[in-house]
């Protein structure tokens, strides 16, 4: 049961701890305008054991009970606070997200107050705090999603598998006003962990610095954005502003979703590049493999210039070893990591850059907690678990569609035609089978793909091959062969 103070709390926009009148007055107004934007269900989830600690330097200093709110409220709202807290106060450049001390907590407890509904964790000593930059600007001016000041060209190493997209986005940085832009929309696609963002947010700096107006966006904050304007009623001013930029850069785009979101940010596209204004786009996928998207955004986007940054290389890798490893001596001076681990790890750890700082990570802690020097046989036992096989070749469907029309003497066309004729049947069936095998699709992504058929034809296909394969060797032999030519 909540006391009535509690009640009286939870109705109530959210109180300071220790700052001044003023500060307290702008905090309570920035979070009446949370509850109002976001709703009571989340405001009571997330919000409800925010606090104001105090003013100071410009930075407002704000506190959590505990390390996950802080973390999840750091990443989902941090910015939107900041921005929130702009306004209201002249004062607060910043904001600064922390985790209440043991004292601050009793304190907090002893006035009754309702902390939001998280998981019990220990109390942790206050973390350095991670800051919100927010930018002073003009009224109703849009604001994007923060950058990184480390992710500049600068501490972007080139080598041969990102050469291409990095020469791409330096001529974007460089153009001038009234140049003639050359690759529009230029978009970039990787895996996890190979540099998207950094390359994105160092164009994104570089034409910032020279006074253009550019807009960094992730896909979830765009959504985020348009549909706050699209509840404010203000979706023609949100349209009209976006539309003002010289530079538009959206991160992510995979995670693009909804109908009326995805034709808005086609339009929007339509009208940057008929105006001759750049579109930087990265996402995980070339555009012509997001299922998720509505084709004619896609069509679009292909019509620019798509570069992939492949796998790192292992000059590469050595690269990036070598800048984390003297970034780790600059605090850690009796770090030293032989070049031959560093050859080794450079050899053995291929997925992506996030892996190499893992293994910077696991070394200075093996050397530092046991005072152990680094050798190769030590480093093999610490990364261990960071070595990872040679992951296969990614298939696409349009090329298991492509073999398998070719092995059964059938066109493309045939494959995804309405056809029920057996010679097509059989080649049609072992198509979907293998593309259930050896892709991460789902079946109603696949039946797509094939005709628009529906996944339940799909599941049937796949499960017949699979029952034949295991009695009817021939087919099993032409299935295996189809497997080797499309992983080859």
């Known amino acids: 049961m909540l006391s009535a103070q509690s009640v009286a709390f939870a109705k109530n926009p959210l109180p300071s701890e220790t700052s001044g009148p003023v500060e307290g007055a702008a905090w309570r107004q920035v979070s009446g305008r949370l509850r109002a934007e976001f709703g009571e269900d989340v405001f009571t989830s997330w919000f409800q054991g925010l606090m104001l600690d105090r003013v100071e330097g410009g930075v407002a200093h704000l506190t959590v009970p505990t390390r996950f709110l802080k973390t999840w409220i750091q990443t989902h709202y941090a910015e939107r606070i900041a921005a929130l807290f ?41 973390p350095a705090p991670q800051l919100a930059t927010v930018q002073r600007l003009e009224p109703n001016r849009l604001t994007g ?7 500049t060209f600068d501490t972007f190493l080139v080598g041969r598998s990102n050469q291409l997209a990095y020469a791409a986005a330096r001529q974007i940085a460089e153009a001038r006003p009234g140049d003639a832009v050359r690759f529009n929309p230029l978009v970039i696609h990787a895996a996890v962990g190979l540099g998207k963002t950094h390359l994105l947010q160092a164009t994104a700096h570089a034409v910032e610095a020279v006074g253009r107006r550019v807009l960094y966006l992730t896909a979830e904050r765009f959504m985020f954005d348009f549909v706050a304007a699209l509840k404010a009623q203000t979706a023609l001013a949100f349209k009209d502003k976006l539309r003002q930029i010289d530079l538009l850069v959206i991160d992510d785009l995979q ?9 808005e940010f086609g339009h929007t596209l339509n009208a940057l590049l008929d105006g001759g204004q750049q579109v930087l786009i990265a996402g995980d996928r070339p555009p012509s493999e997001l299922e998720g998207v509505d084709e004619r955004l896609r069509s679009r986007l292909a019509g620019g210039l798509t570069l992939e940054l492949g796998a790192l290389d292992e000059e590469l890798r050595a690269k990036i070893l070598g800048v984390r490893i003297a970034a780790a001596k600059a605090v850690h001076p009796k770090f030293e990591v032989p070049e031959e681990v560093v050859a080794y790890t450079a050899r053995v750890i291929t997925a992506n850059g996030r892996d190499l700082d893992g293994a910077v990570n696991r070394l200075l802690a093996h050397n530092t907690l046991t005072n152990a020097p680094i050798t190769v046989e030590m480093a093999e036992a610490a990364l261990r678990d960071l070595v990872r096989q040679v992951e296969p070749k990614r298939v696409k469907i349009e090329d298991i569609q492509r073999i398998v029309a070719k092995h059964y003497q059938v066109s493309r066309a045939d494959v995804l035609s309405s056809r029920r004729t057996q010679n097509v049947v059989r080649p049609r069936q072992v198509a979907m089978f293998l593309s259930k095998q050896l892709t991460l699709r789902s079946l109603p992504e696949i039946g797509r793909r094939f005709g628009g058929r529906d996944h339940t034809t799909v599941l049937h296909a796949v499960r017949k091959i699979d029952e034949l394969v295991k009695t009817d060797q021939a087919l099993f032999d032409e299935v295996e062969l189809l497997k080797r030519m499309l992983l080859e």
């Not at 001390?101 to 019990?120: E, G, H, I, M, Y």
């Not at 999603?145 to 992710?151: A, E, G, N, Q």
């Not at 995670?255 to 034709?263: A, E, N, R």
């Open 86 to 126: 702009a306004d209201e106060s002249a004062e607060v450049e910043r904001v600064s997200i922390g985790v209440r001390t043991a004292a601050a907590k009793l304190a907090v407890q002893s006035r009754d107050v309702v902390s939001a509904p998280v998981p019990a964790e220990r109390v942790e000593p206050r």
């Open 255 to 263: 995670f693009l979703q909804g109908k009326t979101v995805q034709q």
């Open 145 to 151: 999603s923060p950058l990184d000041r480390r992710l």
